[in-house]
Structures are given as C-alpha cells and as structure tokens.
C-alpha cells in the first residue's frame, strides 16, 4: 500500500504519519522524489481500510493498493527515473553509462593498460574481477585481495570508479574504497549477502540470475532496498535456454520491461551472454536502442593469453571502434554519457 | 563442398563440370554471384579427393569442405547477401522493409482501412491471416479462401505486396497471387509442406519455431532451397522459455547469427514474441540495430474488438508514430525502405 | 458446460434434449460411460443459467461448468478411464501395453526379424517408421509407402497391431489397413492433420511437441475428439530444456497430471526422450511405476547398422531382458498386459 | 588422470609415490575402495607421459587419462558405490532411506510430533528447516538457531538423524550437533560455501540448482570433496522449463545419468519438484523404480496452516499410506531401509 502526499507538507507531519503507521505494526519506506513524496507500506495491509485512512489523514493526497510483491523497488512507489551515482558518475534517468575492463585482473601492468585505454576510447567506469567465481574448483580464481588493490591502482591512475563482484558477506571489508560491488548472476538469490550489502552505502550492481524470472530479480533487489540501500542497478546478461548456438540467450524484452515495472537503472552485459566476441557489438547497439541506461563489456589487451572468458573479450582496438559507433548512438537516443 | 570458380568460366564448361559431378552420385546447387560462381556439392562427400578434383578441373579457383550440414543457405556458398523480391518490394542486402496488418482479416472494410493506414504509414509490405492456426479447435479460424480474396482486394486498392500464412500443402493452390508465402512458427518441421512451397516461386517467410534452434531454422530453410526455391526469408518471433512475463523470449542475438551462417535476409516478428503491445515499440528498435532485414508488426484499425491477439496489436495511430521512429534509425543504419 | 443425466433414461429423451441445446447455437458431445451418461456443451456457454436448465429438464442429475478449454478430453466429462482398442489390443484403464520396433523400417527381413523376436519377448504391438520426419533434406526418409507394405506383411507374420507415423493428411489413405495413426511430436500442432485423423475411426497415437504444455497436448486431442474420434493415446516422449546431457528431458510428472485431467490412456516413450540406450531401461521402470499405461521402446536388430537413431535402440536380446523385468512390474501395479 | 595400484601395495610405497607426482606440481586425491586403491591426479596432467610413469612405478596396474573435468567424484576414479553415513544411518549403494518432515520447523511441538509420526511410519531421517531462502524479504525466514534447537530436541526423541539446510558459512558454528549438512538449489553454485562444507566431517545433502545441467552438479559436488569431505549425497528436485502446469520439472533421468557418471549416492525430492501434493506419490515411486538411493518428502502435521509450502506437505496420515507402499517397493528393488 502506498500513500502519495499533498505538495508541501511539513516534514514533521510526514514523521508524524510514520510514526502512527509503524504503531500498526508496519514498516515503512518513504521515497522523496522531485514531484512527489510517497510513502510505502510493508506488512499485511489486507486489514487496512484504505479510503478511512485516506480521509482521516489530510497530508495523503490519495492512495493505492501495490499489488506486486515487490515495494521498494516499484514504480508505482517511486514514478521517476531514479539515478544512482557511481563515484562521480551517475547512471539512470537519462545518463547512460559504459563500464568495461577485463574478466579477471591479473597484473597491475595489464590493468593500467587496460584502463587508461578504455578511458581513451570513453568508458566511463572500470570493471575487473578480483574474486571469480569458477564452475570447477580446480580454475583460476581470481587475485583475490591482491586483485582489488590492483584496481584501486587503476583507478588512482584514471579516476574511473569501479566495480567488482564480492563472493560472500564476509569478504565486504575488503571492498571499502571499492565504488559499486557487483553482486553475480549464481549469488541473485543468495539472500544473506543481498541482505548485507543492502546495509552499505554503496552502489549495488546486481545480475539476474541465468534462470531467474524479472519478478525474483525485483524480488532480490527488495532485499537489498529493504535493508535500506536504495542505490541498486539490475543487470540483464542472458538466461538459460535450449538454444546452442550462444552461451545464453540476451533477453532484450527484459529492458523495457524492468523499467515500467520499477524505477531502478537496467544495464546490459552482452560479453557474458553471448560467450562470442562477434555479437557483442549487434547486441551493445539493440541494447541502446531497447532503452538500456548502461552497458558493460568485457575487453583484455591479449584475448588470446585472457585468463577467463577470452573468448568474449574485445581487444583494445575492437573496443575503440564499437565506442565511436556507440556515442552516436547514446546521442541518437537523447542520452549522455560521461559525468553530470 | 563446395567449389568457387575462376571468374569468366563460360557457362559451357561450367555445365560439362555440373554433369561430371552429378554422374558421381552427387545432387548440385550452382550459386551466380555478383563476384563469384559457385558450385556445392550434396551427398556424402567424404569419398572425395578434393585436391585431385581442384587440380584436375582448371576452372576451379578453389575448393573447400563446409561441414555445417546446410549447404545452400550456407554464407560460405554464397557470401553476399540475398535480395528476396517480394513483388516489387525488396527485402536483404541493404533494404529494409515493415509488413504490417492485422492477426486475422476480418472484413473487407477492416482490411483495406488498416492497409491504406499502414500504407500512409510507411508500411511496405500487407500481412493478415486468412488461415489461422489457433490451439483450440473452438476459436476462430479465420476467414479462409474469402480471407484471401479480402487480402487481394486490400492489394488492388493500395498496391502492397500480401504475406500470409498457409498451413498446408493441398492450401497452395488459393495462394497463385498472393506474393509472399508465410510457413508458420508451429509448422517451421512440417518438412512436407516445406519441401512443397520449395515447388514455388515465390517467396517463403519462414517463422522460427518456438523451440527450435538456429541450426534446425537453417536446415527448414535449406529443404525450400533443396526444391529449388531460394527466396527464403528467415523471421525470428521469440522462443519458448522459462520467463512468463512475456509471451515467448525475443532471441535477437539470432539476428546477427544468422547472418554470419546465411545469406539469407532475417527479420524480426517483435508483437508474437512478446505479446505485450508496449513491448513492441522498443523491441522493434532494437531489431533495426541489431542488424535485421526487416520487421513484422501486428496492427489493427480496433485492437480491444480484435478477434484475435488483440493485447499486441498497435492501433494506427500508435503504428504512424513507431514509423515515423522508424524510419530515422533505417536511415540511421545506412538502409533503405520501400521498392528500389 | 456438462450435464449428467440420471439413470436409465431413454435415448428419445436424450436426443430431443440434444436437438434443443443445438438449437440454442452449442455443439454437443455425447459420452456414454459405463456408470453415467454425459452431454457436453460446447460454444459459449456464459450465456446459459445452469440451474434452470437443470430445473426444467428432468433427466439431468446435476450441470457442472468446465472452466479448461477442453471438454471431449476432460475427466470432468467422462470420469472412468477410457480403454483405446489397437486392433485387439486394448490400452488404458488397467491393461498396460508395450509397443517396440525399429525407428525405421529399412527391409522385409529386418521389419519381419524384430517383430518376431519382439513378440516372442512379450510386446504387445509393432511400430516402425515408414515416413520419417527428417531435420535434413539430404537424410534418409524412410521407404515410405513401401515401408507401410512391408509392416503389413510383419503383422500378417506375427498377428502384433501396427503403429506408425503419418505426417501429413495426404497420406492418409495409404493407412487404411494400419491400426493405430502415430501423429508426431513436430506436428502436434498441425491442425489440419489433426482435424483429418479425427475423422478416421481409428486410434490415434499423439506424441507431446518438444516445447508444448500438457494443456496444449490436451488441446490437440480435443482437435481430435472434436471431429468424432475418441480413440486417443496420449505420449510423453521428452521437452527440450537447457540440460544437454540427454537429448530431451522426460517429464514423467506428466504422466500422473495428464491422468487427473483426462480420461484418454498415456503412454511413455523413453528411447527418443533420453536418446541413450543405457537410460532406457531405467526409465521404462519408473514409467510403468509412475502410473503410465504403455511404453513406446525402440529395438533394432542391429542397432550398430540402424539407418537412424541406433544409439538409442536396444538389441533384440536387451530388449527381451528388459521385457522380463518390465512384465513383473506390470504385474505389481495390478496391471495386465496383451490382449483382453 | 588416475593410476589403479596393484593389489597389496604397502602404505609407505604408496606415499612414496604418492609425494613424487605432488613434487611434479600436481594435486592428488587417494581412494581407497574395497578392491583397487586409486591415486587420482589433479592439475594439467597433458604434459605427462602415461605410458612411462605406469612402466617406471611398479606399484601401478594401469593408469588411464579422465577427460571429464571432475575427478574425484568421478566413477572412473572410485567404481564402487559410496555409501554415506548420516549418523547410523547409511545411505547409497543397496542402502535406500526416506527424510521427511516440515518444510519449516514452527514450534516444539510441531517438530516432534512429526518427527514421531514420519518414525512410526518409516521414515529414517527426518529433515526441517530451521533457515529458510525466501524470495521475498517480507516472508518467514524460519526460526533459525531456535528452529537448530528444536530439531535437535525432535533427534533426542525420536533419534532420527537431522537434515537442515545451511544458508551460509557464517552460521556453520551452529551446525555442530546437525548430521546432514544440506546445502539448497539457489546455492549450489555458491561456490565459497561449498568449499566450507568441505572442511567439515559431516555429510553434505547436495541439491541441484533450479536451472544447472548435471555437469555443474558434479563439478560442485566437485568442490566439496576436493577440500577433504567425500560424504556428499546429490539430491535431484527439479528444474526450470517452460511447463506451467507443475512448479518444476523433476528430471528423472538424472538419476540413472549421475549413478554412471558418479560413485555418490543420489536421492529425489519429487515434494519440491512438483509443488502439488497429488504429484508426491507418483512420483516418489518412480524414484525408487529409477534408482534412487532415496527420497526427500515433505510432510506437515496440519498443511492448511503451514507457514510456507503447504500445498506440496503430505499430511501424516498420507504419509504413512505411501510409505506402506513405498516399503514394499524399495524391497522389489533388492534395496534395504533403515540401518544397517
């Protein structure tokens, strides 16, 4: 149940009305947008008389009943376009963003490489994996430790903001100078680490799971929303299908449909999907034009020596050239990228 | 295999080496290209001594063994891209063309409304379904052999070439005007009906099955092709898959897929894939950058009195304002719409 | 909408009820059961009060409304088990049948060598493939017309029933003295041929589509039923998923499902399902134990040298073993094979 | 790559060998069956010359490459069926055994009286959970260290072996007194969990994931033995196809495939799989005919009022009816229940 309140209502009338509401035994979540201030109901509220409280209540403006399980996350609860900020570089609500590096960092030498070239070319965030997970026990498993202070070198060296995927709960004190913490497509449903990373205040990239529904990603944004972290970005990157002929299948219609569905920015990764460096480009472009407010590809200064998923991974050069056809693009679609 | 000629064989010696190949038990498909004249061998070529062939035979260029087991609609046989002429109307190789119509005709006065609409529109080519496929023996059918006589009357008012589907062989004979022949998703292994419009000439729009990969999608094509019909037009509609908030998974990486594995022009059907009318607009955007040949929109004159799909069918008003979208990223990508 | 009539009512009144409800506009669909007689509505029936028909029409026990889209097939309309005769073989409804054979028939000798052997181990019925839906053009395509020949001449030799594919309508007057019409899982969805069985008076044997739901295998036996043939076998034989390590995924649940919805027999078909011999057995157990009424097992004399699918065909002496174990489980479930 | 040893090799020769191959730089992994003792290798083992090592090690029998990328948990490496101990109570190779209980534990009572009843009915084991992964954020989590407590009070009354899902490798402390380790669909590919279990003693339920092939399953089971534990039993329970019409498709030929490929027990849980209680019985007895080692159910002393899944419990007294059946069942198999 949400309640969208009149223009100009005093703040402590708001505090007021919260306060009453969780004496009900409900929790709350207030959400203050440019044009509206609502606030949102978590509970059972199947017992609540919603035109009573709508009537005895002078600060609603009206309310509705959320049919969806999903609150936090809902448009409906929060209409315009939220916008999430990644160190200085803001994502949604009109800036769209390019995120790209390596799948695993393996030495400071290729990640600088890697970074400052990229930047030249326009990526505007720098991706990298310290901790991977690995289908087999007996791969590489990233550096680990090691790996992220490799990226902070990166970082420090071009100012892009990062982002790497954190494994488990327990591994989070190491991500404190880290700008967004990936949370992986095997690790969507797990529940306790989208719980903890929902009490950082940190950007949250989270990846739909390869079998998940759209309703269970919202579902497992809510958790990390519902800890108090509002600051999430959903990643589509292909589910499992009968088909072959790609690793996954990128499913575009997921873009469109996450955003009507909730005001969270939706980014694209179409290295992973694919598992083929030839569609990566066909897919960046569909993505743009789908309405993506992101993309995040996949490069290496040696594909063929990558460690990981050399097999996906555009060279430096290759890269380049998609990102001067991607500009275009972005500005085709009234978009910008870069920072505010 | 296939083999690639020295350019200016005269056709003489050209026919002298079919009928030397065909003595051997081998079916042939000579492919005239712009630059190049091929000739692909069908049987079991293992037996062959491809170099003593190539050095024996001093109009080949070069031989090679393809081991994809489709053999005409193989890009190696054939590297430039096939133009398929639908009446006056070009689809592949630079042309870009939007069929739209409704799901079912169902009036005179309704087909020729929507067609002069979608006309005016920017629509190229008129498609309605006479025959209708419908997965309960109780719901409409369609009009039938009248359907196709409102069709005809909607091309002789407007001048646009009719796609329609047929659903089996002993159907054909009705279709002697109509231009482009549609075997439907769930018809993609009928390999009877395949095998009999491969007896025509004229074009075939050939809908991916639901659960059918790309490989099985390219040999449906390649039986056509066995009869001697080339004029193939692969349509991706979306498959079968876990997700139920769409009706079926729009696979657009099939696009770019395709056309490195075919010559074939592929276009894209986004309004069955997704079933969901405000799916198609940013789904169809998507197909223009991926690298489609073409799109296949369902449009109605009155959505909500539809007699069937009613949920995904743009009204005209939404259609002219798509196209209008539409026609800016054609040109965007270098293509050209309309006849030639 | 379905009415149950009372005991003992004379057909004049069944039929002068018949003749008013068609006035109204509805198809009927009589079932006459051992324990009750039942009419079937078919049409919209929003429109109708079911409680004054029932008031005013004294042969009525009691009205139901069927809210699945099927009716001929649904339990609702006919609650005791159907029991299909193949020849003078009956399945369903507690008498278990085991159909074996090769996928194709490629000779006399060999079609009249298995079906020998295959009887003497215990199956009830033959199958073979006389037309053979093939995913190549250039692939063996069974010897057709000959091939349904040469079964005749095994059932001469052997008394065994014969089942076999017809794949498009066409053909049908070439099975005129075949017993059972196998409709395959590619054209599950191909009205027209399901529409022309139906008007056969001839069991018909109908296999799952690879990507179809039970609700739309239900829906294709009503096509069927709907034309005025109730004599349907149902066939689980695999549904594509995303695990490779079997060719398609057996979905036993549907063998229990499909048995509370319908009245029609269910049979298993574990050969093409797994597409590995070793699985064959094991799963021909758990089928019998999950409560199907028949299996469909591939057997080939010499499976090294079959001419299609040989890796899943059992040899006449596996078979046999097979048979021993299968016919004590039989026994378990209460069940009896052959005939009646 | 794996050596069999001779018969009566003396230990110390046997490490001898065993620190020569680790000085190479590989990993090893001894099995020591009731009729070979194995040394498996680990590591990249292309570079070794097969033929030498087994002529200059007189230890050796034979020495044969894998090319699965599993090794311990391979069949090749350890032929014998492992049976795994969960407290007296063996399961796998002739054992069979039946876990049941609430999908969640509620209160004291609830557990026991359950526990008591599933006992009387033949249950071996019983299972509960105390934690519980919940889409959503707003639903019951389970009682968690309390719900630990009460399933070890249900131990102390009844001594039923306790099966709990561990959600992460925080709470592992808690586990102490736990006999089964179960780790849950959505983390089976949580890769740093399966490493912690791996340092325990204690069997490990393995479940497969929702959308993972069989592969994956083993390569995670993989993970777990290679830290030291080789008590991992793998649970089949269903996965994510475009079927509606039960919650997940239970892959039954899972089972057979995993006994070829693995030595490790593996059961079913056919309550998760199909989430519709009618299904349960079926289903159940399909296992048991397929091969199972043993069967996971879901039973609730009142499931109307279960707080999460109750549409899939049994209730006791339908338990106690199926297990009567299942009983004489697993004795047709040749099978044993209970301990040893």
Same mark, same amino acid.
């Given at each position: 149940?949400?309640?969208?309140? &009149? ?55 009206? *309310? ?39 799948? #695993? ?15 030249? #070319? ?19 498993? *990233?550096?680990? &430790? ?61 990846? @739909? ?10 579902? #497992? ?25 790609? @690793? ?10 996450? &955003? ?66 991607? &500009? @275009? ?12």
């Amino acid at each position: 149940m949400v309640f969208v309140l &009149k223009p100009g209502v005093p703040q402590q009338k708001i505090e007021r009305f919260i306060q009453k509401i969780e004496s009900w035994g409900f929790q709350t979540f207030l959400s203050t947008g440019t044009e509206h201030t609502v606030i949102c109901l978590i509970g059972n509220t199947a017992t609540i008389d919603l035109d009573s409280v709508v009537q005895m209540n002078d600060i609603i403006e009206y *309310g509705k009943r959320v049919t969806e399980p999903y609150k936090a996350v809902n448009r409906t609860v929060h209409p315009e376009d939220t916008m999430v900020n990644a160190g200085n570089v803001p994502i949604g609500n009109g800036m769209f963003q390019v995120i790209s590096g390596p799948c #695993s960092v393996e030495s400071e030498e290729q990640i600088i490489e890697v970074a400052k070239s990229v930047k030249a #070319s326009g990526a505007t965030m720098l991706r990298g994996g310290a901790f991977k997970p690995r289908t087999s026990p007996y791969a590489f498993m *990233g550096l680990g &430790k090691e790996g992220l202070q490799l990226l902070l070198a990166a970082k420090r060296e071009t100012g892009l903001p990062i982002v790497t995927e954190v494994m488990n709960q327990t591994q989070l004190p190491l991500f404190e100078d880290i700008d967004v913490l990936q949370v992986g497509a095997r690790n969507m449903q797990n529940f306790d680490l989208l719980r903890e990373v929902g009490r950082y205040n940190k950007p949250v990239l989270l990846k @739909r799971g390869l079998a998940n529904t759209l309703e269970e990603l919202l579902m #497992s944004a809510e958790y990390i929303m519902s800890e108090g972290n509002s600051q999430v970005i959903l990643c589509e990157r292909g589910i499992r299908t009968f088909e072959t002929s790609t @690793r996954n299948t990128l499913d575009l219609s997921a873009v469109p449909l996450l &955003k009507q569905k909730t005001h969270l920015p939706v980014i694209v990764d179409p290295s992973h999907a694919a598992g083929i460096r030839v569609l990566v480009a066909p897919l960046a472009r569909a993505a743009v034009a789908v309405g993506a407010d992101g993309l995040m590809i996949e490069t290496h200064n040696d594909p063929a020596q990558a460690r990981s998923d050399g097999a996906q991974s555009l060279n430096l050069a290759q890269f380049e050239v998609l990102m001067e056809d991607l &500009k @275009r693009r972005i500005e085709f679609e009234g978009k910008h990228i870069g920072t505010a």
